[in-house]
């Protein structure tokens, strides 16, 4: 079992940036698979960038690929998402979401644990 908990979320204004944070459970965090996902208001819940267990591999939308970055700590337990130049809509509320098979994917139903959520508004 592993439980994921995220945290940096916040209110920015547009062009600012933010540094999220999950924190994982777990002795085999560091063979998972991690993604972020997000859900805007009235919006279906979506793929932000997905990692390797190693670090070596990285897959992200289109929407977010060149403004966020993701990368890991396997010695922390935890996965970050930088995101810089933040837009309007990118709020949303922020998931991390492990795969217990290592396989980096953007199909929510092949994570196997999900955070609760950490909320992110850009607004002027």
């Known amino acids: 079992q592993v439980q994921l908990v995220e945290s940096g979320g916040g209110l920015v204004q547009p062009g600012d940036s933010l540094r999220l944070s999950c924190a994982a459970s777990?002795?085999?965090?560091?063979?998972?698979?991690l993604g972020w996902f997000r859900q805007a208001p009235g919006k279906e819940r979506e793929f932000v960038v997905a990692?390797?267990?190693?670090?070596?591999?990285?897959y992200y939308a289109d929407s977010v690929r060149g403004r966020f970055t993701i990368s890991r700590d396997n010695a922390k337990n935890t996965v970050y998402l930088q995101m810089n130049s933040l837009k309007p809509e990118d709020t949303a509320v922020y998931y991390c979401?492990?795969?217990?098979?290592?396989?980096?994917?953007?199909?929510?139903?092949?994570?196997?644990?999900w955070g609760q959520g950490t909320q992110v508004t850009v607004s002027s």
């Open positions: 990692i390797s267990w190693s670090g070596n591999t990285t």
């Open positions: 777990g002795r085999t965090f560091s063979t998972y698979a």
């Open positions: 979401a492990a795969n217990q098979e290592g396989v980096v994917t953007t199909i929510q139903g092949r994570y196997d644990y």
